[in-house]
């Protein structure tokens, strides 16, 4: 084994990892970055999914909003997200031939389409009045997401409008919904914020649906969900050419087996086992992975933290077309353009928690439509772009990791690609199986992703999206912030090693927020030595 020192050894490639390793090879440090697969980039990837069929999806995560435009101007990334004109498209359960269509380009429509599906636009006229309070949220807490954390006090004080903070920080989201609004379906479309990848009531005392709702609606001050054009692997792309250029240095298929509290890592690349040290270890890893590689692995699953549960299907297919809608007033293209929801009433979405809770798989299932091809075609070949062919992703909400085993992943795999196809066909005019391309094998272009999947492919624990519960962008007020982990965020409680990924304080969604806060808390621990 060869023994090798380094300032920062970062122990997963995903985008936080390739973050941390831009800012921190840009600030002269001496950088090795360990990724156990063949590429870089981890969840953020974009990938011919299908055999002969040049699409490139993004395979895993597909939207855009909590990364801070200071992040992209820093590093100098060319990165080009786009601005979808829809922000959704939802069907009236039971009367699915009529919707609720959300226009950014044309509030009079926005407006006519609350007064035809709640019989009033005073709900849209709430939803103008949400908006702005989760505006002001937005403006006044991004900007700390690459700061020190500030205290709950101080958050408040930053958001100065005591009730607001009562109404979404300290009370369950749900009761704000219901005093707000009195339709079901605009109720739905306003919750399903505050659950994507979060198995919870709306009315759960735990709030972890308050803090899902916030980091869905304060990136970039803004709440907006953009489009990275040439799909989410121009994202990591973009990082890896940086981070490449400041001299980090960063290997594919080392696969880390070991990190101590002194800062030893070991890993094995091609059937050889490496040792290095880090004066500093940053863990782009879950918290609960990071557990299991301390002391070798060998220490007893009763002594490490709790393993999070993921709570989604993801479903990407390739159509030969969009689908025709029940809904004839809307077109297609419109109706795709946005996120489209389905079945996700308020009062669906809470049946879909209970049964899901009782064991079962909801039916019918929630389920949140992406289609990236209409806003950004280039992730498809020319030949394909001319024929009309749609990307679509499908993320089902309420299938906690629960569900699934070992033993039973690929039935289960089966019945809930059954459950999201049956959920679209329910809003459809033609069943969504005959618009499905082939691939060059003569197999349906879709493929299923449980949150066992999720755990294998890229080591997301039980599939947990954010690697385990979302924190508070803030700390509790009488919470240490002695060491400059603490105050970023990212400490673990062993001083050399600190997380960087999305398991990290204000870590969730694709962002680079983690690897930037690990990087700052190097570079202050560095300058005070």
């Given amino acids: 084994m060869t023994n090798t020192s380094y300032d920062v050894v970062i122990v997963g490639g995903g985008h936080n990892g390739l973050t941390a390793a831009a800012y921190l090879a840009r600030a002269g440090k001496d950088v090795l970055l360990l990724e156990r697969d063949d590429h870089l980039g981890g969840a953020a990837v974009s990938a011919t999914a299908f055999d002969g069929v040049d699409a490139r999806l993004s395979r895993y995560s597909y939207l855009v909003s909590l990364m801070p435009k200071q992040i992209i101007e820093e590093l100098d990334l060319d990165i080009e997200l786009a601005r979808r004109r829809y922000s959704s498209y939802t069907p009236v359960p039971g009367n699915t031939s009529a919707g609720l269509l959300i226009d950014g380009g044309d509030g009079e429509a926005t407006r006519e389409s609350f007064e035809r599906v709640a019989g ?30 500030p205290s709950r006090s101080e958050a408040r004080k930053l958001l100065d409008d005591d009730a607001l903070w009562e109404e979404l920080i300290e009370q369950p989201l749900g009761q704000a919904i219901a005093r707000r609004f009195t339709d079901d379906v605009v109720r739905g ?142 077109a297609p293209e419109a109706a795709f353009g946005g996120t489209f929801h389905i079945n996700e009433g308020y009062g669906q979405l809470e049946e879909a928690y209970q049964e899901a809770l009782g064991g079962a798989i909801p039916s019918p299932l929630p389920c949140e439509i992406y289609c990236h091809s209409l806003t950004d075609p280039s992730i498809l070949s020319p030949e394909l772009v001319a024929a009309g062919a749609q990307t679509l992703t499908v993320f089902g909400l309420h299938v906690p990791h629960r569900l699934i085993t070992e033993e039973n992943n690929v039935a289960r ?93 204000r870590g969730g969604g694709v962002s680079g927020i983690g690897g930037h806060n690990a990087a700052m808390a190097v570079l202050e621990d560095s300058a005070g030595q």
């Fill in 413 to 505: 795999r089966e019945e809930l690609q059954s459950a999201v196809l049956a959920s679209l066909n329910s809003v459809l005019a033609e069943p969504i199986e005959e618009l499905i391309l082939k691939d060059a094998n003569g197999r349906p272009c879709i493929e299923t992703k449980t949150t066992l999947d999720l755990e294998h492919a890229i080591n997301m624990p039980g599939g947990n999206i954010f690697h385990g519960s979302l924190d508070w962008p803030f700390l509790e007020d009488d919470a240490p912030r002695n060491t400059a982990a603490e105050r970023w965020g990212v400490g673990t409680g062993k001083p050399r090693i600190l997380l960087c990924g999305a398991g990290a304080r």
């Fill in 189 to 330: 479309v306003m919750a399903t914020d505050a659950l994507i990848g979060t198995f919870t009531s709306l009315d759960d005392t735990s709030l972890d649906a308050n803090r899902c709702f916030l980091y869905h609606v304060v990136g970039n001050g803004t709440g907006d969900w953009d489009i990275p054009i040439g799909g989410m692997g121009a994202v990591s792309r973009e990082l890896e050419r940086v981070a490449r250029e400041a001299g980090a240095r960063l290997l594919t298929g080392a696969e880390v087996t070991a990190v101590s509290p002194d800062g030893g890592v070991r890993y094995v690349l091609d059937g050889e086992e490496h040792a290095v040290e880090g004066r500093h270890i940053l863990a782009n890893v879950a918290p609960w992975v990071l557990d299991g590689l301390l002391d070798g692995g060998n220490s007893p699953r009763s002594t490490r933290s709790a393993k999070p549960e993921g709570a989604q299907v993801k479903v990407n297919l390739l159509l030969a077309r969009l689908p025709r809608l029940n809904d004839q007033s809307v």
């Fill in 120 to 149: 009033n636009d005073a709900d849209f006229d709430a939803m103008q009045e949400f908006s702005a309070d989760t505006g002001r949220l937005a403006r006044a807490l991004f900007p700390t997401f690459c700061e020190p954390l």
